[in-house]
Nanobody, 127 residues
Framework: QVQLVESGGGSVQAGDSLRLSCAAS????????MAWFRQAPGKDRRFVAS????????HYEDSVKGRFTISRDNAKNTVYLQMNSLEPEDTAVYYC????????????????????WGKGTLVTVSS
């Protein structure tokens, strides 16, 4: 079992930055590929970024490439999402997700591929 708790959301202006954190707990947390998803009002949950449990392999949704950076600190069992140059279109509830894997280089980007989810943190970007 893996428990995930997101933090760091808030209300900002367009062009500002935020860093989201996802604290993972559970005996398998360090061997989990992690990802961030987001869900805007009235829309489906969408992939944002993912990272392997080794930390060397990452993948991003096209609209956030160059603006968002996913990283992890396995000593702290925490995954981060640094979000720069925020746009009103980034407004959503952001969810952290985990998938246990034996391969340190695997990452996943589909919602059904993840077994564990946090409750989300709200990011609001105003113009």
């Amino acid at each position: 079992q893996v428990q995930l708790v997101e933090s760091g959301g808030g209300s900002v202006q367009a062009g500002d930055s935020l860093r989201l954190s996802c604290a993972a707990s559970g005996h398998s947390a360090s061997s989990a590929a992690m990802a961030w998803f987001r869900q805007a009002p009235g829309k489906d949950r969408r992939f944002v970024a993912s990272i392997s449990w080794g930390g060397d392999d990452t993948h991003y949704e096209d609209s956030v490439k160059g603006r968002f950076t996913i990283s992890r600190d396995n000593a702290k069992n925490t995954v981060y999402l640094q979000m720069n140059s925020l746009e009103p279109e980034d407004t959503a509830v952001y969810y952290c997700a985990a998938r246990l894997t034996e391969n340190s280089r695997y990452y996943y980007w589909q919602t059904y591929e993840h077994d564990y989810w946090g409750k989300g943190t709200l990011v609001t970007v105003s113009s």
